[in-house]
């Protein structure tokens, strides 16, 4: 299945199961995930919708919250994305969401610290907060057999005293093998300055409490305001990317408002490479 049917039926699906349009007599009908109180952030969300091909829908959201709904959504497209690019990284891939990250083994020592902040509260006052976070989306890869490790010979007669440290190899556990942290993905359906800084917060967590690589670090959202998305983008040292989940609609609704603060503003992220489309994401997992 190409990228391009993917991400047909990623948009079909948000336009189904999440996209509503709110009725407001005073500030006019607009998409869910606009500001209602901007009329520039409405004025893109339609354009968005449109060039998406939303079918209007003000029927209440059934069970999840947008949110959460989001979360699924954009798992499941990952998945599927990445199992076509399965040749490029082989191995076991697992894909959850709210699923903590002392579940893997670059972050298993935080179940121990945690233990010890909750019986010391004098401690855990201290150093404050829960090390523990659950992203929204988590990607992890299990270790390998040493029979899938050697199809080349590299685990020879001496396998037995070198690379019996690193988390690959099954072997190396005395308990259930650990998978290890590939990838970890926020997603914000919108984006409000709070939202932002506690996304920042989350990916400062991963950075310094690792024992081991550190996994890719992004967030996906659906914020049509290009000025919200930057209040995520901009930067550098702790989110790898940002990643829109209809860029190129966007752009050209920026094109089609003629705002030139947006349109430079998204050259900006994009040649800057903080900002990409939801189609580059599953490309770029793999590297």
């Not at 798992?75 to 903590?100: S, V």
Request: net charge negative.
């Amino acid at each position: 299945m190409s990228i391009a049917e993917l991400r047909r039926d990623y948009h079909t699906q948000v336009c189904r199961e999440i996209i509503r349009i709110r009725r407001n007599k005073t500030k006019g009908d607009y998409p869910n995930f606009a500001d209602g109180d901007s009329a520039q952030s409405r004025e893109y969300a339609w354009g968005i919708i449109r060039r998406i091909g939303c079918v209007e829908n003000d029927a209440s959201l059934a069970g999840q919250s947008a949110g959460r709904q989001f979360e699924i959504i954009t798992k499941n497209f990952i998945e599927k994305a990445l199992n076509e690019l399965r040749h490029l990284q082989p191995g076991d891939w697992q894909y959850a969401t709210g699923r903590p990250i002392s579940d893997f083994v670059q972050y298993e020592h935080l179940t121990y610290i945690s233990k010890i902040f909750r019986e010391d509260r004098e401690l855990g006052s201290a150093f404050g907060g829960s090390y523990i976070v659950r992203p929204d989306i988590v990607i992890s890869k299990t270790p390998l057999t040493d029979e899938e490790i050697n199809q080349s010979g590299i685990l020879d007669d001496d396998a037995d005293a070198y690379a019996k440290l690193t988390p690959l190899r099954a072997d190396n556990f005395a308990g259930e093998p650990r998978p290890s942290l590939q990838a970890v993905i926020s997603c914000k359906w919108t984006i409000r300055t709070d939202r932002a800084q506690n996304t920042r917060t989350e990916v400062l967590n991963l950075i310094r409490n690792r024992k081991g690589h550190l996994p890719h670090i992004v967030a996906v959202t659906a914020e049509p305001w290009p000025s919200r998305i930057a209040a995520l983008a901009l930067g550098t040292g702790d989110l790898d990317c940002v990643y829109h989940f209809a860029l190129t609609e966007l752009q050209s609704t920026a094109e089609e408002i003629g705002s030139e603060d947006s349109l430079e503003l998204l050259k900006m992220m994009v040649e800057g490479r903080r900002l990409r489309d939801i189609s580059d994401l599953p490309f770029d997992l793999t590297l």
